[in-house]
């Protein structure tokens, strides 16, 4: 067996422009309206063929097989019963459990890189089956892009590609060595029917997508910011911090802990994001929308 096919693909993390918690479902989900948009922060996944399914990342912690792109790999390779493997090396860049989305979208990488990989020849339709079989946001990074996401995050459609923005996003400096286990389990336990809503905010800003192609940054909303000093109550609170500086618009992404700040065409991302690194214990980066995320 040639084993010398090797490439590697991006995994583009993502930021919610709207996040709505409409309720509690039954099967003990919670159902959401949101806009998710990828932006250019991102990992690399490399691929090439092994006799045996293998990953490594550059994160000691997360060499593990409950690793979900070890468990994509796994789902994948049991599901088209392929009898040789692949060895997968993860460089991460994003920030782990910080509501960006990585570890769904390295699996929905792997995915991808999977059926080029080994020659499966599967569509999208048929790998986000698979993929909400590992997690609710898995579908949407197979389309990428500018999308409307429902029910418990797998409804996913897409939206018209919206012209370019700069966004700058804010980490807490401890962000990558110390997560909080089942962060979203416990940001979903603060939630009571108060923060829930009936899907008008991200009502208006779809409105205003297919009307104008634009994004209207006063529409933007999420379930999770009223409670986010609850939440990370280990961290300052940044919007309080945010406000002394001077920055007035600034947004959880899922449900944090990691924040973004929308830049317009007359604003200064540097200035920003000097801004941002006065204050103690958090951090800033620039990034931007990104509409494609692989290439056919």
Same mark, same amino acid.
């Given at each position: ?7 590697? $693909? ?22 959401? /309206? ?12 490399? +691929?090439?063929?092994?006799?045996? $399914? ?7 912690? $997360? #060499? ?8 994509? %790999?796994?789902?994948?390779?049991? +599901?088209?019963?392929?009898?040789? =493997? ?14 960006? =989305? ?9 995915? !991808? =890189?999977?059926?080029? $990989? ?20 898995? /579908?949407?990074?197979?389309? &990428? %892009?500018?999308?409307?996401? /429902? ?18 996003? @804010? ?27 009936? =899907? ?8 205003? !997508? ?21 939440? +990370?109550?280990?961290?300052? #609170? ?15 992404? &899922? ?29 800033? !980066?620039?990034?931007?929308? @990104? ?6």
């Amino acid at each position: 067996m040639n084993m010398l096919k090797l490439f590697k $693909l991006n995994s583009y993390a993502k930021i919610n422009l709207t996040l709505e918690i409409l309720g509690k479902r039954e099967d003990g989900f919670h159902e959401i /309206s949101s806009v998710f948009q990828t932006i250019s922060l991102h990992d690399i996944l490399h +691929f090439q063929k092994d006799s045996e $399914l293998v990953v490594e990342t550059n994160l000691e912690n $997360l #060499n593990t097989q409950d690793n979900l792109v070890y468990r994509a %790999g796994k789902l994948l390779k049991d +599901f088209m019963n392929v009898k040789f =493997g692949a060895k997968i090396f993860v460089d991460k860049n994003i920030p782990v459990a910080a509501g960006l =989305g990585g570890g769904s979208s390295n699996a929905a990488t792997t995915l !991808i =890189g999977l059926n080029k $990989l080994w020659n499966l020849n599967l569509n999208l339709e048929q790998l986000a089956c698979l993929g909400s079989q590992l997690g609710s946001d898995v /579908s949407f990074f197979l389309y &990428g %892009g500018t999308a409307h996401v /429902s029910g418990k995050g797998e409804i996913v459609s897409k939206l018209p590609s919206l012209n370019q923005m700069k966004v700058i996003l @804010i980490f807490p400096n401890n962000c990558l060595s110390t997560v909080k286990k089942n962060k979203t389990a416990l940001a979903y336990s603060f939630l009571n029917e108060k923060n829930y809503t009936n =899907g008008q905010n991200t009502d208006n800003l779809l409105e205003s !997508i297919y009307k104008t192609n634009r994004i209207d940054c006063s529409k933007f909303f999420n379930s999770f910011q009223d409670i986010y000093p609850k939440v +990370f109550n280990d961290y300052l #609170n940044p919007f309080n911090l945010l406000n002394q500086q001077g920055v007035m618009k600034c947004y959880v992404s &899922g449900a944090g802990p990691a924040l973004f700040i929308p830049i317009c065409d007359n604003e200064d991302q540097y200035d920003m994001i000097r801004k941002v690194n006065k204050i103690c214990g958090f951090s800033a !980066i620039s990034t931007f929308f @990104i509409q494609e995320c692989f290439d056919e």
